[in-house]
């Protein structure tokens, strides 16, 4: 049997996510038996690739860059996990919503008290007005809250799907979606 495919993306979160990936310790040795990581922070690939089997996403959607990068992932993945409270609510990065991207601009580079007062802007990408969670964009598969999700949960999600357990969880239904 090929090994899975599997890879996680890292749009606005704190990076606690994948820290608690991470912290399934040894357990990462067993699963690394049964799936390659395909792209992810923690490995070097640039670009991310054609027909993944599962990608877990950790963060909101909080800039064009997101959105394209959350899009393109869909389209090339089987079955799309939102990892934590950012990605499956908005969580942490949504608190500005209320006040809204630019007065949240105006806030914290104008109006605090620092010493060159200026909204940085040059090779920046463009922040969407609000941080929202990913299903606002893209059909999502698979919810695992928490900030963050504790390891456990996430090595019983990822045993599940290679063990083709996850009940009602294919990984093929949907690329280009
Ligand atoms: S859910 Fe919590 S741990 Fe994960 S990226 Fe958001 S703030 Fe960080």
């Known amino acids: 049997m090929s090994k899975l495919r599997l890879a996680t993306l890292w749009l606005d ?8 990936l991470l912290d399934t310790d040894e357990r990462l040795l ?7 990581i395909v792209y992810s922070p923690l490995v070097d690939t640039k670009q991310f690739p ?7 996403i950790e963060g909101a959607v909080s800039t064009e860059e997101d959105e394209a990068r ?10 799309l996990i939102a990892m934590g409270d950012c990605a499956v609510t908005g969580n942490v990065p949504a608190m500005r919503n209320p006040l809204g991207a630019e007065a949240m601009l105006r806030a914290v580079y104008r109006e605090s008290p620092v010493l060159a007062p200026q909204i940085p802007i040059e090779d ?9 969670p990913l299903h606002r964009f893209v059909p999502v598969d698979l ?9 456990d949960t996430l090595f019983a999600a990822l045993a599940a799907l290679i063990a083709g357990t996850a009940d009602g969880l294919r990984l093929d239904t949907r690329f280009g979606a």
């Open 50 to 56: 054609e027909r993944v089997d599962v990608v877990c």
């Open 13 to 20: 979160g704190c990076s606690g996510c994948h820290m608690s």
């Open 124 to 132: 920046l990408p463009r922040l969407h007005g609000h941080a929202l």
């Open 143 to 151: 919810f695992i809250p928490g900030c963050p999700p504790a390891a």
């Open 30 to 36: 067993e699963l690394a038996a049964q799936m390659d």
């Open 70 to 79: 959350l899009r393109l992932v869909r389209q090339r993945s089987g079955l």
